[in-house]
């Protein structure tokens, strides 16, 4: 049997609904064996390696409900201007360029950030499914979506072909620990009707988990109402566009709902401009919502519904997008701004949005987003900038003094 360490600290939140002051966790190996507080952890083993860490706070560690780690080397590489469609091109030009293992690098960056700022999870989308090597041996859970794209039906046979034999070939060399795979068709304005259905119908025959995008800027309902605009430009530069493509006037959530795509299944990212009835039957679909508060800032999106989402029942996760659009992938600095953006929720629901509903969303409740035994011994350590207080500890963690001290994953610290 593996070695019983403990740490304890003044505070351990093992969920938004449990805090025990004078608390502790004890593992053995990568998994939790109890929670509880020091004098019951330090009874039940009173011979296990023990660390004390006064004035800090223990939470767990949080997890990331969209990100593309694989577009770490784009940071400040692509300014934004206004015109997302542009923005878009310089990404996709950039990373042209990359020979694979340029791919696999900036991949391996973007997984030591994430860990090194306390996350357990993820949702990774990925472009190049030869960088898939980087995941391996890393301490880190959750869903890498292999991304799929192509605004012309004719070539959605030869994408899921490609797709199949992917699936088919990976479980023979890919040793992804506790990762899954899923498939990740782009958006609305890039793949085609036909391209999404199929793959929905794949996911469903094998039961996987999808991620798009949808509703992240105007532009988006432009295109869908009227087949003009800046994607319609796009895909004409790119050589993709399709003359005989009539646009369906509608929402992108109502198009979604049209072709059948719009499910629990599917982690939905951004969702910034969903009008009121869009929310209604996003909730009655029982979809995943991800908000990515300094993604939507650097994009200048008008104000994010998620308080609305929120109240009408829909599962609303955070994520931090890319490095191509944000300073960092820690999400401590999501929940603070989520927090600075909706002073009037509850810190509970953030911290939760952070944590435990990207898990919920990724089918991971059993490892990640609470703690408890069974479950990954995967936590920061929080400086929250004053004494801890149990009966304030979400605030305290939200607020903008707090800094993660140390981060543990399965069970080892995080250089």
């Keep these: 049997m593996d070695e019983t360490c403990i740490v304890s600290a003044d505070v351990v939140v093992e969920s938004s609904a449990r805090v025990i002051a004078d608390g502790a966790i004890a593992w053995q190996g990568d998994t939790i064996a109890a929670v509880g507080t020091r004098e019951e952890l330090c009874d039940v083993y009173p011979k296990a390696e023990h660390q004390t860490l006064e004035g ?36 996709l030009h950039a990373i042209l360029e990359w020979s694979e293992e340029d791919h696999a690098n900036s991949l391996a960056e973007g997984l030591q950030q994430s860990l090194a700022t306390g996350t357990g999870a993820a949702a990774d989308i990925l472009n ?71 793959c929905f119908r794949f996911a469903e025959e094998h039961d996987l988990l999808l991620m798009t995008h949808l509703a992240e800027n105007t532009s ?47 982690i939905y990212a951004h969702v910034n401009y969903p009008s009121s009835s869009d929310i209604d039957l996003m909730a009655k679909r029982g979809i995943t919502a991800v908000y990515c508060p300094r993604s939507h800032a650097f994009f200048h999106h008008a104000p994010h519904r998620m308080d609305e989402m929120v109240a009408a029942g829909i599962r609303v996760a955070l994520g931090t997008d890319s490095l191509a659009s944000n ?89």
């Design 327 to 415: 300073d960092s992938l820690g999400m401590l600095d999501e929940v603070k701004l989520c927090r600075e953006r909706f002073p009037r929720m509850s810190a509970e629901t953030i911290f939760d949005a952070g944590t435990i509903r990207g898990a919920e969303a990724l089918r991971v409740t059993d490892k990640y987003g609470t703690l408890g035994p069974g479950k990954k011994a995967s936590f920061v350590v929080v400086d929250v900038g004053e004494p801890v207080d149990a009966s304030r500890a979400m605030e305290q963690l939200l607020s903008p003094e707090s800094t993660i001290d140390q981060v543990f994953a399965w069970g080892q610290p995080i250089p």
């Design 128 to 198: 190049d499914r030869l960088a898939l090597p980087a995941y391996r041996g890393l301490p880190i859970g959750g869903t890498v979506f292999l991304q799929v794209t192509g605004f012309n039906p004719v070539v959605a046979d030869v994408w899921m072909a490609n797709i199949q034999q992917a699936f088919a070939d990976l479980p023979n060399g890919a040793d992804l620990g506790n990762l899954s795979l899923g498939i990740s068709p782009h958006a609305p304005y890039s793949t085609s009707a036909k391209l999404y259905r199929e």
């Design 56 to 91: 800090r706070a223990i939470f767990p560690s949080f997890v990331n409900a969209h990100t593309h780690l694989c577009l770490s080397h784009l940071h400040g590489a692509a300014p934004y201007d206004g015109n997302f469609a542009a923005w878009l091109q310089t990404v």
């Design 220 to 266: 988006e309902e432009d295109f869908l109402r009227r087949g003009t605009g800046v994607y319609r430009r796009m895909l004409r530069e790119r050589g993709t566009w399709v003359p005989k493509w009539k646009p369906p006037d509608m929402t992108p959530v109502e198009y979604f709902e049209a072709e059948g795509v719009l499910t629990d299944r599917c």
